[in-house]
């Protein structure tokens, strides 16, 4: 993740990762998605019931570039749970879709409501 030098932006990533379970960096606020991308994902999160802290790279230059150095991926939104990377819109999509976001979250003892993540998946079959 990162060389072991010390920034600024990185303490700040980490320390919100270790403080909050879930955690999606993402262009806007849960509640105001800036971006068709981070909405998604939110959407999907908000729908699901799952308590998450919602970053603002838009907010904060030098966390929306440091969040891309950090996790080595290149775009945002980014979902972290528990600590680790889980990916972007089109990875968080798929979990969703598969049943692997469902799993993921209950293996990690993440409350989210199971019947709304059953609803996303029968909108989309």
């Known amino acids: ?5 010390t920034d600024p932006a990185h303490d700040a990533i980490r320390a919100d990762i270790e403080a909050n379970d879930v955690v999606l960096f993402m262009k806007g606020t849960s509640q105001m998605p800036q ?7 939110a959407g999907v999160l908000n729908y699901m ?17 440091g969040i891309k150095s950090f996790s080595d991926w290149p775009t945002i939104p980014q979902l ?3 600590g680790e990377f889980v990916g972007g819109c089109d990875i ?10 469902d799993e993921l979250f209950a293996k990690e003892g993440i409350a989210y409501d199971k019947d709304a993540a059953e609803k996303i998946r029968e909108a989309n079959r």
Do not use: H, P, Q, W
């Not at 968080?92 to 976001?101: D, H, K, P, R």
């Open 35 to 41: 971006c068709g991308f981070s909405s998604r994902v």
């Open 1 to 5: 993740m990162t060389d072991g030098a």
């Open 80 to 82: 972290y749970v528990k």
């Open 49 to 65: 019931g799952v308590n998450y802290k919602d970053v603002n790279v838009l907010a904060d230059e030098a966390i929306r570039n």
């Open 92 to 101: 968080v999509t798929e979990m969703t879709l598969s049943g692997e976001l």
